[in-house]
T-cell receptor
Framework: LAKTTQPISMDSYEGQEVNITCSHN???????ITWYQQFPSQGPRFIIQ???TKVTNEVASLFIPADRKSSTLSLPRVSLSDTAVYYC???????????FGTGTLLAVQP | GAVVSQHPSRVICKSGTSVKIECRSL??????MFWYRQFPKQSLMLMAT?????????EQGVEKDKFLINHASLTLSTLTVTSAHPEDSSFYIC?????????????FGPGTRLTVT
């Protein structure tokens, strides 16, 4: 299973755009890249998923370069409520096991 | 969206007793469910994969006799922590894959806080 590397923490201010990059050098051909958000004492919440290029939904965008060895989660205009831990995970269809890395603790300040 | 529930949300038990945690998929059928454990300020650690009608598959280092998993129906998996000790105190989270949905979609429960005194 592909190992991921993310920054341990990031700081931002309300209204700013935040980009969190994750490297997954050994991602398998069939793996999608999924990002989850987790608040303290809650289960992870799905944010976005993609295979390549760019995916956008109502809360975030996901950029994946052609080699798929990394991905960048973009959160536009963050608010205090976006303070959470963000995990990127390669997600394969065969076994579908999710192996969580350290995640990135995003702290948004007023 | 698909909803996964856990019961109880928090439980306190005495050392040496057993406690059961339920994970339910409320609006979909889940042939596969997963159990995770999370210690404070740490990431989620996969404990086992629970398959409906068959034995669970445990990750390396997880004691199968201590963490009993039963997946008796397409909507319910249970995790029983047997002979609990204070070091078993943790946040237990389950997730489920929709049997009728994409293989790449997995839904997480809200978690169960276990405290062993």
């Amino acid at each position: 299973l592909a190992k991921t590397t993310q920054p341990i923490s990031m700081d931002s201010y309300e209204g700013q755009e935040v980009n969190i990059t994750c490297s997954h050098n050994n991602i398998a051909t069939n793996d999608y890249i999924t990002w989850y958000q987790q608040f303290p004492s809650q289960g992870p919440r799905f944010i976005i998923q993609g295979y390549k290029t760019k995916v956008t939904n109502e809360v975030a965008s996901l950029f994946i370069p052609a080699d798929r060895k990394s991905s960048t989660l973009s959160l536009p205009r963050v608010s205090l409520s976006d303070t959470a831990v963000y995990y990127c995970l390669p997600q394969g269809g065969a076994t579908n096991k999710l192996i969580f890395g350290t995640g990135t603790l995003l702290a948004v300040q007023p | 969206g698909a909803v996964v529930s856990q019961h109880p949300s928090r439980v306190i038990c005495k050392s040496g007793t057993s406690v059961k945690i339920e994970c339910r998929s409320l609006d979909f059928q889940a042939t596969t469910m997963f159990w995770y454990r999370q210690f404070p300020k740490q990431s989620l650690m996969l404990m086992a994969t629970s398959n409906e009608g068959s034995k669970a598959t445990y990750e390396q280092g997880v004691e199968k006799d201590k963490f009993l998993i039963n997946h008796a129906s397409l909507t319910l998996s249970t995790l029983t922590v047997t002979s609990a000790h204070p070091e078993d105190s943790s946040f237990y989270i389950c997730s489920a894959r929709d049997a009728g949905g994409s293989a790449y979609e997995q839904y997480f429960g809200p978690g169960t806080r276990l405290t062993v005194t």
